[in-house]
């Protein structure tokens, strides 16, 4: 898989890294952590350059955004968290990125795995960036939980235990859906919960890929991860 990552280096985005690196987490509460991360290191793919087209898929219209050579977004029309400010939106242009992302869309709504990835660009927390390469990992037609995503991020980085609402938070905010498949996360207790492109549109999306979803609830309101 072709993916670059970008993560801005300031004085917050160094502290991280070195605390990670001496394992100085322990004594931060998940509050804390959830804090840090969502609101101190936020960096944006507004400041970058950036195009759109879109796609028609079954589900709906879908977003593609690229800045040009590599995909920067991948959402559906209204999702949650997911579109640019008033006045701001960026040109319609046709560019190979975007064609190769349809040729991905295409087999994968056909009920096909796609054997290639298109070229992606991620900017944002260098924590959210490997909740969202943990995402990769998860096999199609499969499901995982947010307290797994947790747990092996943990692992990953020496720490002790990491809180499943944050993993949660940056699942949510995944800015390149079905390609990352955020929507193949699941409550522990098999919700079908935090999908910011609708729960509806998760619950086909594992069907297509084969799922039973007959083990699955639908969430209410304040269901856990």
């Known amino acids: 898989m072709n993916t670059k990552q970008i993560a801005t280096q300031n004085e917050c985005g ?3 890294q070195q605390a990670l690196a001496h ?11 959830i804090f840090f991360v969502i ?3 936020q960096p944006s793919i507004f400041g970058m350059e950036q195009y759109i087209d879109t796609y028609a898929s079954p589900l709906g219209i879908i977003t593609m955004g690229s800045n040009g050579k590599q995909l920067t977004g991948l959402w559906f029309e209204g999702q949650k ?4 400010p008033s006045g701001d939106r960026p040109q319609h242009l046709s560019l ?4 190769e992302t349809r040729t991905w869309l295409d087999v994968y709504f ?7 990835t298109p070229p992606i660009l991620l900017n944002d927390t260098p924590f959210r960036i490997a909740v969202w390469q943990l995402l990769l990992t998860i096999p199609y037609g499969e499901t995982t939980t ?3 995503i947790a747990m092996k991020w943990a692992r990953q980085h020496g720490v002790k235990s990491m809180s499943s609402q944050a993993v949660g938070g940056a699942v949510g905010r995944n800015p390149i859906s079905i390609i990352i498949p955020c929507h193949r996360v699941v409550g522990g207790n ?7 492109g609708g729960v509806n549109k998760k619950i086909k999306l594992l069907e297509l890929e084969g799922g039973d979803i007959s083990k699955y609830s639908v969430p209410t309101k304040g269901t856990a991860l």
């Open 110 to 116: 056909q009920g096909k795995c796609p054997t290639f």
């Open 14 to 16: 160094r502290w991280l």
């Open 39 to 41: 609101f101190v290191q």
């Open 81 to 84: 968290y997911f579109d640019y």
């Open 96 to 99: 190979p990125i975007f064609d």
């Open 23 to 33: 394992k100085h987490l322990a004594w931060l509460t998940a509050d804390d952590f």
């Open 190 to 196: 098999g919700s079908l919960t935090g999908y910011a």
């Open 146 to 148: 947010y307290k797994d």
